[in-house]
């Protein structure tokens, strides 16, 4: 069992920057695969990110030469850099986790807000 929040979210200018923060509470941490996901109004939830135990990553193709997925064990924390953001990057952005051996995206969190606009 892991809980999961996201904070760092808000209101952002077009080609501007927000790196986005994913707290995770207890231990296995360092076992677990992370992802970012997002879902704008009326669409469907997005894959954007995916960080393995061994740090390799992916990206969707949306999003990849302008996101960077991070983690620190240490800290029980994954981020994700959003750079020359887009309007079309507004969305609710989550973190999920998956536990060994599937990796399946199983626990959630809450989400934050991201707004692109001018």
């Known amino acids: 069992q892991v809980q999961l929040v996201e904070s760092g979210g808000g209101l952002v200018q077009p080609g501007g920057s927000l790196r986005l923060s994913c707290a995770a509470s207890?231990?296995?941490?360092?076992?677990?695969?992370m992802y970012w996901y997002r879902q704008a109004p009326g669409k469907q939830r997005e894959l954007v990110a995916i960080i393995t135990t061994s740090r390799s990553t992916e990206y969707g193709g949306s999003v990849k030469g302008r996101f960077t997925i991070s983690r620190d064990n240490a800290k029980n924390m994954l981020y994700l850099q959003m750079n020359n953001l887009k309007p079309d990057d507004t969305a609710v952005y989550y973190c999920?986790?998956?536990?060994?051996?599937?990796?399946?995206?199983?626990?959630w969190g809450q989400g934050t807000q991201v707004t692109v606009s001018a």
């Open positions: 999920a986790a998956g536990r060994p051996p599937n990796f399946s995206a199983e626990y």
């Open positions: 207890g231990s296995g941490f360092n076992i677990y695969r």
